[in-house]
């Protein structure tokens, strides 16, 4: 029995509208992350959205899309970014006009407005409509992550693990790796985790290992409390403890993770 990590070759295109993202708690394979905004609070802009929506003399329910648009069409047209990123959100997410959508959200990103950077990432790699440009993807991933926001670290990180649209480096994987764990991003902490304990290129330590899946599986990551699991049941960097092996893995089995009900039925 052996850590496992996130699966390395499938991807699903769940991307959803800002309004339902939220941080993820687990990862049975890579999904895209649900996310807040990092630069704009989307409640804000949404607030922002309702009021020049009445000073038109409109209300949400009476404009139409085009009308909610076209709100904020003028101050984007001026350079304003938080319009422009507005905008975009109002094309991507009521209009569902994607062309018009990236057409602002490149407007925005290109002035440094991380969310909108983000959301190029996500556009060039996973969106459903959008198309696949992993190239394109680390570029907006990187200016991002390069302003510290944690989901982009994250991604950027996986990018440099795979070598999507970049050449695959180890070491720069953990570096951005790292950045987001240290801003406590589940996902990131788990792969550190398992880069601490079974990754080749990376000097194995166990305890460092364990203090991520820690972190991790406290958070509700599936699989970080089944490699925490392990640990504990084997001995990797941590003395033996069934006891709390047999509490991790139940909390993994209680999420559906097949691999932790196998192992509880071993060690019981």
Known sequence: ????????????????????????????????????????????????????????????????????????????????????SILAICYESVSKDYVKAVYWYTKAAEQGVVHAQFWLGFWYSFYDEGPEDYVKAAYWFTKAAEQGDAEAQFWLGLFYDKGYGVRKDTIKAAYWFTLAAEQGHASAQGELGYYYSCCDEITRDYTKAVYWYTKAAEQGDARAQYNLGICYDKGYGVAKNKTKAIYWYTKAAEQGYADATKALRNIK
Request: net charge positive; proline share 6%.
């Open 1 to 84: 029995m052996k850590p496992t990590r996130l699966n390395k070759t499938k991807y699903h295109k769940s991307y959803t509208p800002l309004s339902m993202r939220q941080t993820p708690v687990q990862r049975a394979e890579i999904t895209t992350s649900k996310r807040m905004f990092s630069s704009l609070p989307y409640h804000f802009s949404f607030f922002i959205l309702f009021l020049t929506l009445a000073t038109c003399g409109y209300t949400i329910v009476t404009a139409s899309a085009d009308e909610i648009c076209d709100a904020f069409l003028p101050m984007a047209e001026q350079g304003d970014a938080d319009a422009q």
